[in-house]
């Protein structure tokens, strides 16, 4: 008996993984089928294969980045909707003074 199901349809129970650990394997597996394909030893075959599950991947996880921006821009609108984004900043861009005083 295998430990990981292959195919998994909506509904069935297969999906027993969701939200950022789903898209940390959905990455990772798609970093791998990225350097299998790099190689270039796959087949005519493997080769397609492995890219059509390479697509499949890459739509699940932009669609998990867009889920959880849609939740970012919940978290950051009012109580009236109005959203309050602004430019996310690391390290050295990002600037005390441009943050706003609460």
């Known amino acids: 008996m295998t430990a ?3 195919t998994a349809k909506a509904g069935d129970g297969g999906e027993a993984k ?3 650990a789903r898209f940390e394997e959905s990455l990772r597996e798609l970093e ?3 350097e299998a394909l790099e190689k270039g030893d796959l087949t005519l075959e493997e080769s397609l294969a492995r890219f059509e ?6 739509r699940e ?3 998990s980045l867009a889920a959880a921006e849609q939740r970012v821009q919940v978290l ?3 109580e009236q909707g109005n959203e309050s984004l602004a430019p996310f900043a690391t390290g050295a861009e990002a600037d005390p003074a441009d943050r706003d005083p609460e």
């Open 18 to 20: 969701s939200g950022p």
């Open 4 to 6: 990981k199901k292959k």
């Open 53 to 58: 599950r390479g697509v499949t991947l890459a």
């Open 32 to 34: 791998e089928l990225v």
């Open 76 to 78: 950051l609108s009012d």
């Open 61 to 63: 996880c932009r669609d």
